[in-house]
């Protein structure tokens, strides 16, 4: 099984609108989570990260996700998202035993106006 | 600060050939790490430097290889190259690996012909 999952490959979403890009992970990584953006033609951007303490994340650019352990999951979520949102999106976390980030692959959110 | 630099942007070599792909740091990182980002296989783990050690590496061959300077800049060499090496090569830095978050360059974007 993938260490970590990003179940939906594209996600289309009308401007304004909220959107949720969803990630599960294994228990062969270990709990700290990432949500990276990558716009195009450019490297990846840290949006958020889980390290312990609370389960709601903010990020930047009015992101958040959700650590939720019982579903082993780490959704990240936007409450109206803008044009300028559209991009590829990472999720990631360290295998176990490692600090060497496992990454999804990738969830392209396309906003259209 | 300035971010993670990495030149050149773009590159194309013919099969046989060999590269060499350049990384500075963000001033004060001593971790380097180096994925290669393909549309087929996602976003893998070549490599991390860690005050001119390498410290981890991932599943590539010996071909695939890389050093650290005094000064935290990195590079990678590929040799002989193969169609299959045509790929955005991604720069990672971070203060000292771990679980702290990794900045990333903008990438070379290698194409092999």
């Known amino acids: 099984a993938q260490s970590v999952t990003q179940l939906d490959s594209q996600v289309p979403v009308f401007e304004e609108a909220p959107v949720e890009l969803r990630c599960n992970y294994s228990s062969s990584v270990s709990v700290y989570l990432f949500w990276y953006v990558q716009y195009p033609n450019q490297g990846l951007q840290l949006l958020l990260k889980y390290l312990s303490g609370s389960t709601l994340v903010k990020g930047i650019n009015g992101f958040e996700a959700e650590f939720n352990k019982s579903q082993t999951s780490f959704h990240l979520r936007k409450p109206s998202v803008h044009i300028s949102d559209t991009a590829e999106y990472f999720c990631a976390a360290p295998r176990r035993g490692s600090y060497i980030p496992t990454f999804g692959r990738g969830t392209s959110l396309i906003v259209h106006p | 600060k300035a971010g993670v630099t990495q030149t050149p942007r773009y590159l194309i070599k013919t099969r046989g050939q060999q590269v060499t792909l350049s990384c500075s740091p963000i001033s004060g990182h001593r971790s380097v790490s180096w994925y290669q980002q393909t549309p087929g296989q996602g976003l893998q783990f070549l490599f991390e430097?860690?005050?001119?050690?390498?410290?981890n590496k991932g599943n590539f061959p010996g071909r695939f290889s890389g050093r650290q300077f005094s000064n935290s800049r990195s590079e990678m060499n590929v040799s002989t190259l193969e169609l299959g090496d045509s790929a955005l090569y991604l720069c990672?830095?971070?203060?000292?690996?771990?679980?702290?978050?990794?900045?990333f360059g903008p990438g070379t974007r290698l194409t092999v012909t």
């Open positions: 430097y860690f005050s001119e050690t390498q410290r």
């Open positions: 990672a830095s971070s203060e000292a690996g771990g679980a702290y978050e990794q900045y």
